[in-house]
């Protein structure tokens, strides 16, 4: 079978091949770029490999392009890149692996197109179209995977236990590929994951979150996770969600399986927002439910406190799976603590007080918040759902109406810790926190407007509380 070559590709792939003809070295694009063609999906990464050197082959094809482009050589794994009018080119020549059980990292020697295609780890990213001048354009398929393609199978070349023990991401990949693509898993292969599984150990954090982001990035991310858990990864590389899974019965009183649930949250918020942060709170907002379950008598099953349990939770999840300790990491805390929240003013008089504080403590994220709150709706009842959805309506148009009245928007109080000690002539000290705390909840409980004449006139009366005298004046700070 021919690969249809699209007009630009066509230059590209002849200049490869004249460049590969030159040093005698035969050339092939291999890999994703050809299953993504095939598929009809944008692709602007090309891997060429050659039966002979890969960087002189770059250097040679970067030698015949004008602006010259600079050649990056990864020598410690042989490989060599170039970008060319948006298309990132990468060379790497034919080889043969051999691996230790106790290491990903192979030993490599020189090999054949052959070799280097029982490498891969599946039989859709095994193809590949030769650049010889006789053979220009040929699909070279020894796995049949054009045959997979079609039937929509993800495949490992060789039997699965080798093709995994060598290279255990390959293992998350296949489960990565499924969600993406919506293929099947081949039975022996997706056996061969529950075999093997342990082998993930060997594998870095970091490339483990990288597969599992890919895997929340696309649009229905439950596939995925529903594959983890059922090959038994999951249970290795974020056991906090594994244990959401299973429902306890007693007294004739059951509670949710909150990891079906959970799943089922995420695949709602995919709808709604491509936010990954906002994805990962989805993924960890009732986290903590096995650590805060209680059974009562009367009222049945209970998880009190599990969004304050489960933002405590997060970092050590986020440093295990070397994902950024920083503003990222708060934002998803700050979700999966205040997740609760809306629901609780839905089922209440909303007062102007309430929503002050769900204002001033969600900040510029309310948005997000309201979209995984929205998400966290899942029942089937129909009127029930109705109810839910008509009250987080009715909160947003109070949020709308109490922001506008008390400009309480992406609020801050008037009144800062360096006006306070300004005014009372002091250093930074305990009694500062306290006027400050004093002074914003006057304004979040509606006692004082939001205004800073008014808030200024709080302070000084809680500094009085503390013996504190004045030593200036609303009008001495310019607004």
Same mark, same amino acid.
């Given at each position: 079978?021919? /690969?249809?070559?699209? *007009?630009?590709?066509?230059?590209? /792939?002849?200049?490869?091949?004249?460049?590969?003809?030159?040093?005698?070295?035969?050339?092939?694009?291999?890999?994703?770029?050809?299953?993504?063609?095939?598929?009809?999906? *944008?692709?602007?990464?090309?891997?060429?490999?050659?039966?002979?050197?890969?960087?002189?082959?770059?250097?040679?094809?970067?030698?015949?392009?004008?602006?010259?482009?600079?050649?990056?050589?990864?020598?410690?794994?042989?490989?060599?890149?170039?970008?060319?009018?948006?298309?990132?080119?990468?060379?790497?020549?034919?080889?043969?692996?051999?691996?230790?059980?106790?290491?990903?990292?192979?030993?490599?020697?020189?090999?054949?197109?052959?070799?280097?295609?029982?490498?891969?780890?599946?039989?859709?990213?095994?193809?590949?179209?030769?650049?010889?001048?006789?053979?220009?354009?040929?699909?070279?398929?020894?796995?049949?995977?054009?045959?997979?393609?079609?039937?929509k199978i993800i495949k490992t070349p060789l039997e699965p236990g080798k093709t995994f023990s060598d290279d255990p991401l390959r293992m998350l990949r296949a489960i990565r590929f499924s969600t993406q693509l919506g293929f099947a898993i081949e039975p022996n292969t997706?056996?061969?994951?529950?075999?093997?599984?342990?082998?993930?150990?060997?594998?870095?954090?970091?490339?483990?979150?990288?597969?599992?982001?890919?895997?929340?990035?696309?649009?229905?991310?439950?596939?995925?996770?529903?594959?983890? /858990?059922?090959?038994?990864?999951?249970?290795?590389?974020?056991?906090?969600?594994?244990?959401?899974?299973?429902?306890?019965?007693?007294?004739?009183?059951?509670?949710?399986?909150?990891?079906?649930?959970?799943?089922?949250?995420?695949?709602?918020?995919?709808?709604?927002?491509?936010?990954?942060?906002?994805?990962?709170?989805?993924?960890?907002?009732?986290?903590?439910?096995?650590?805060?379950?209680? /059974?009562?008598?009367?009222?049945?099953?209970?998880?009190?406190?599990?969004?304050?349990?489960?933002?405590?939770?997060?970092?050590?999840?986020?440093?295990?799976?070397?994902?950024?300790?920083?503003?990222?990491?708060?934002?998803?805390?700050?979700?999966?603590?205040?997740?609760?929240?809306?629901?609780?003013?839905?089922?209440?008089?909303?007062?102007?007080?309430?929503?002050?504080?769900?204002?001033?403590?969600?900040?510029?994220?309310?948005?997000?918040?309201?979209?995984?709150?929205?998400?966290?709706?899942?029942?089937?009842?129909?009127?029930?759902?109705?109810?839910?959805?008509?009250?987080?309506?009715?909160?947003?148009?109070?949020?709308?109406?109490?922001?506008?009245?008390?400009?309480?928007?992406?609020?801050?109080?008037?009144?800062?810790?360096?006006?306070?000690?300004?005014?009372?002539?002091?250093?930074?000290?305990?009694?500062?926190?306290?006027?400050?705390?004093?002074?914003?909840?006057?304004?979040?409980?509606?006692?004082?407007?939001?205004?800073?004449?008014?808030?200024?006139?709080?302070?000084?009366?809680?500094?009085?509380?503390?013996?504190?005298?004045?030593?200036?004046?609303?009008?001495?700070?310019?607004?």
């Open positions: 079978m021919l /690969f249809s070559i699209e *007009p630009h590709e066509r230059k590209v /792939f002849e200049l490869v091949g004249r460049c590969a003809r030159a040093i005698d070295v035969p050339a092939y694009v291999v890999g994703g770029y050809v299953r993504d063609r095939l598929l009809g999906r *944008p692709s602007k990464d090309i891997d060429i490999v050659c039966v002979g050197d890969g960087i002189r082959l770059a250097e040679q094809v970067a030698a015949q392009l004008s602006p010259r482009p600079k050649v990056v050589v990864y020598s410690r794994f042989g490989t060599a890149m170039l970008r060319w009018e948006g298309i990132e080119i990468e060379f790497v020549g034919a080889r043969r692996e051999s691996y230790r059980e106790d290491s990903r990292k192979p030993e490599v020697e020189q090999g054949s197109l052959e070799d280097d295609q029982n490498r891969r780890d599946f039989t859709i990213n095994a193809l590949a179209v030769s650049l010889q001048e006789d053979t220009f354009g040929l699909i070279v398929d020894p796995f049949d995977g054009l045959t997979d393609l079609e039937n997706l056996q061969g994951i529950s075999k093997y599984r342990t082998r993930i150990h060997i594998i870095s954090k970091e490339r483990i979150a990288t597969e599992l982001e890919k895997i929340l990035m696309t649009p229905k991310p439950s596939v995925g996770f529903k594959l983890l /858990f059922d090959t038994g990864l999951l249970q290795l590389i974020l056991p906090e969600l594994a244990l959401l899974q299973g429902v306890e019965d007693k007294n004739g009183k059951g509670h949710k399986d909150n990891f079906y649930h959970t799943l089922e949250v995420l695949d709602n918020l995919c709808r709604r927002s491509n936010n990954i942060w906002l994805r990962w709170a989805a993924v960890l907002h009732d986290i903590a439910k096995p650590a805060t379950k209680r /059974f009562h008598k009367d009222t049945g099953w209970t998880f009190h406190g599990h969004e304050w349990v489960g933002a405590n939770m997060v970092p050590k999840i986020f440093r295990n799976l070397r994902l950024p300790l920083d503003s990222k990491m708060e934002y998803v805390q700050k979700m999966v603590r205040l997740h609760l929240r809306p629901i609780s003013l839905t089922k209440e008089e909303v007062t102007d007080s309430a929503v002050r504080r769900l204002l001033f403590d969600a900040g510029p994220e309310i948005e997000d918040l309201m979209k995984l709150c929205e998400s966290d709706i899942t029942t089937k009842n129909p009127k029930k759902m109705v109810r839910y959805l008509e009250g987080y309506e009715y909160l947003k148009s109070r949020m709308s109406e109490v922001s506008q009245a008390d400009r309480m928007r992406l609020w801050q109080p008037p009144i800062t810790g360096e006006v306070i000690m300004q005014t009372f002539d002091i250093q930074p000290s305990k009694e500062v926190g306290v006027i400050k705390t004093a002074v914003r909840e006057a304004i979040l409980d509606g006692a004082i407007n939001n205004e800073f004449e008014l808030a200024f006139q709080r302070m000084v009366e809680e500094g009085a509380k503390l013996g504190l005298e004045p030593k200036k004046t609303a009008g001495d700070f310019k607004l």
